[in-house]
């Protein structure tokens, strides 16, 4: 229960921008998972893009980083010292 509810504190301790997109990566991550979505829907495709005006994948592309396992954990690790370096330098 100690670990959740610092995973909990630590969470809301994050700025907003940094919250919203580890929420998305998360989100958008447990949708392929879960199957709602496959990975070729969010895949960067200019000319879909362009000629289905399937705009979501530019933005999609990176709120995805491949299967729920160690990868992605690491990754999302890796990710948040990078989105919150912008707090700490000023």
Not at 13 to 40: D, G, H, K, S, W
């Amino acid at each position: 229960m100690a670990a959740y509810q610092s995973l909990l504190q630590e969470y809301r301790r994050m700025p907003t921008v940094t919250r919203a997109y580890t929420t998305a990566c998360v989100l958008t991550t447990a949708a392929v998972q879960l199957e709602f979505i496959t990975p070729f829907q969010l895949y960067f495709n200019p000319d879909l893009i362009v000629k289905k005006y399937q705009v979501w994948r530019l933005l999609t592309n990176f709120l995805f980083f491949g299967p729920l396992g160690f990868s992605f954990l690491f990754n999302m690790i890796f990710l948040y010292p990078f989105c919150v370096l912008d707090k700490q330098v000023s």
